[in-house]
């Protein structure tokens, strides 16, 4: 029988020869980011969460959930940052020669909206380093916007606009 201090036992049983859970992190951001961007420019990072893996073989699985708004009507996107660099596998970029290269997108035709981002991600660190997974902003207007994290853009006098909470979690799992 394995000895695993995680109380977490791998897919594959007591042999030992599976992945489990190491360890959490998790980061909740209830108040607001804006920023004002010139077009194909991405945010400074709004959101993030570090780990350090216990293990250079193990991997960090990062899952976040955002929601933005632009003050133009449309092109919203996000992107993940891995210590402040968009890593390559996590770029959308359908069109071959796409200027957005953002991991995932939405539109939106009102500015009185916020559009919901997710991504699930796989990050291989190969060593046990301390990384920062980040959230970034990004509009695809041709000219300046300000794009805006957990709110609506325009978010009027009434009670039908809501603020929102976005959440980021990195998991380290043994392989």
Known sequence: M?????SIFPASGE???????????FARKNDTFSQ????????NVCMSVSMACQSSSNKVII??????????????????TVDGTAPDA???DAY???QFR????????SVSVMSPHSLVFVHEPNDTNSHTYGIQLKHGRNNNATV??????????????????SFMLAMEVSS
């Not at 004002?36 to 945010?43: I, K, R, V």
């Not at 953002?102 to 035709?109: I, K, Q, V």
Request: charged share 15%; glycine share 16%; net charge neutral.
């Open 36 to 43: 004002s961007l010139a077009q194909g420019n991405e945010s």
């Open 148 to 165: 805006f994290l957990n709110r609506a853009s325009d978010m009027g006098s009434g009670s039908d606009r809501d603020s929102a909470a």
């Open 96 to 98: 071959g020669n796409g």
């Open 15 to 25: 042999a030992g020869n599976g992945g489990g859970i190491i360890q959490i992190k």
């Open 63 to 80: 899952f976040y959930s955002c929601n933005m708004s632009c003050d133009n009507d449309n092109r919203n996107a996000t992107r993940l």
């Open 102 to 109: 953002a991991s995932t997108a939405g539109n939106n035709s």
């Open 90 to 92: 996590a770029r959308g």
């Open 2 to 6: 394995g000895i695993f201090t995680n």
